[in-house]
């Protein structure tokens, strides 16, 4: 019984509670209305799509103005381009200038002839034919007496196809030491495209004196020795040049060429 009376009294005060509550609302719920809300959505639609509206508008003027502008931006990236070039040609003129001074201030110690003829070469390398003779004569000036500059000269000049100098420089330097094959060489391909067959053949048998397994002079003068028509001297040097280079694919054909040389021989 105790029981029930409790449950009912528990029920009247939550009621009371649920009453209460209402009416404390009530004002506020009273001031909503169906229509309020619809006017709310409505504001709410009209500001989204004001907003959609207003974005496209900024989206096409931003278009419309990257388009106008567009020329200007390729002409500022060609000159940032430009204007970049001219700071590494203002870098490299400054290094330059550095450079000199820095040879002004601290003199270099003088080349050696050989340090001028291995300058003179790669000079040569690449195509500075002009700076190559000047870096040689040079070396030649340091020493009168090398032979390695004189023979880099002459074959500066053989490389220009001016013979008349190679001549004259092959000339002195066997002088100075007549023991130089290459030289003796030299001078015979030098004297065969000055039309001095006759001179060319002499040196070139001395080159195969001092070098006699060489197959490159046995070589030039086996075909100087056809070109002048020495059949003994082409048939004595085709042989060596067998034995010292039998796998030369040449030899079959310069084998032909000797016996087709007549048995009298010029002059």
């Known amino acids: 019984m105790l029981l029930l009376i409790i449950s009912i009294f528990v029920f009247l005060a939550a ?13 506020v719920l009273s001031l909503l209305n169906v229509h309020d ?13 004001l907003e959609q509206r207003m974005y496209r508008k900024l ?5 419309t103005s990257l388009q106008k502008i567009r020329p200007f931006l390729l002409w500022a990236r060609q000159k940032l381009g430009s204007v970049k070039e001219w700071a ?17 201030v601290v003199p270099q110690m003088p080349q050696s002839v050989d340090e001028l003829i291995e300058e003179g070469k790669k000079q040569r390398e690449r195509g500075d034919d002009a700076g190559a003779e000047q870096t040689i004569l ?25 013979y008349d100098h190679v001549r004259e420089l092959d000339e002195f330097i066997l002088k100075l ?3 130089q094959a290459d030289v003796y060489a030299d001078l015979g391909a030098a004297l065969t495209a ?26 030039q003068l086996l075909e100087l020795a056809i070109l002048r028509k020495k059949k003994s001297l082409a048939k004595e040097t085709l042989v060596r040049l067998q034995e010292v280079n039998p796998e ?7 084998v032909g060429r000797v016996q087709e040389l007549p048995e009298k021989e010029s002059s």
């Open 15 to 27: 009621m009371g509670g649920l009453v209460l509550l209402v009416v404390r609302k009530f004002p």
């Open 37 to 49: 809300v619809k006017e709310e959505a409505e504001r709410r639609v009209k500001r989204t799509i």
């Open 59 to 63: 989206g096409h003027t931003i278009r």
């Open 88 to 104: 590494r040609a203002l870098e490299a003129r400054y290094q330059q200038t550095l450079e000199e001074e820095r040879q002004r």
């Open 138 to 162: 040079r070396a030649i000036a340091l020493d009168t007496r090398s032979v390695a500059a004189y023979k880099a000269l002459a074959r500066l000049y053989a490389s220009r196809r001016e």
């Open 177 to 179: 030491d007549p023991h």
């Open 194 to 219: 000055l039309g001095e067959s006759a001179l060319a053949l002499d040196a070139l048998e001395k080159a195969v004196m001092i070098e006699e397994e060489n197959p490159k002079y046995l070589d």
């Open 248 to 254: 030369n694919e040449k030899i079959p054909v310069l």
